[in-house]
Nanobody, 119 residues
């Protein structure tokens, strides 16, 4: 069984910063792409950013230049540094990881962490 646990969400004022962390544990042979998605009220889940095992990143245009994704393969962690936050960044943020284990290769999801940007 694989578990992804996010932390670091909360309430922040516009222009502020937050750092989200995601810790993976369980039966893991290898990590492939890891990423962050978000779902705002009334909207579909969307990709925020992802990062391959080699370190290549994809970042949504809406957060480019403000958010940075990184990973620590030794610690099975992925991070999302969010700066210059805007009210429209308010959403539940989900960690995603493509992982290989004895069951094969599959996508796993965290439970989500709420980010609220408001004055």
């Amino acid at each position: 069984q694989v578990q992804l646990v996010e932390s670091g969400g909360g309430l922040v004022q516009p222009g502020g910063s937050l750092r989200l962390s995601c810790a993976a544990s369980g039966s893991i042979f290898r990590f492939f792409t890891m990423g962050w998605y978000r779902r705002a009220p009334g909207r579909q889940r969307e990709l925020v950013a992802d990062i391959t095992s080699g370190g290549s990143t994809t970042v949504a245009d809406s957060v480019k230049g403000r958010f940075t994704i990184s990973r620590d393969n030794a610690k099975n962690m992925v991070y999302l540094q969010m700066s210059r936050l805007k009210p429209e960044d308010t959403a539940v943020y989900y960690c995603n990881a493509n992982i290989a284990n004895e069951l094969g290769k599959a996508d796993y999801w965290g439970q989500g962490t709420q980010v609220t940007v408001s004055s």
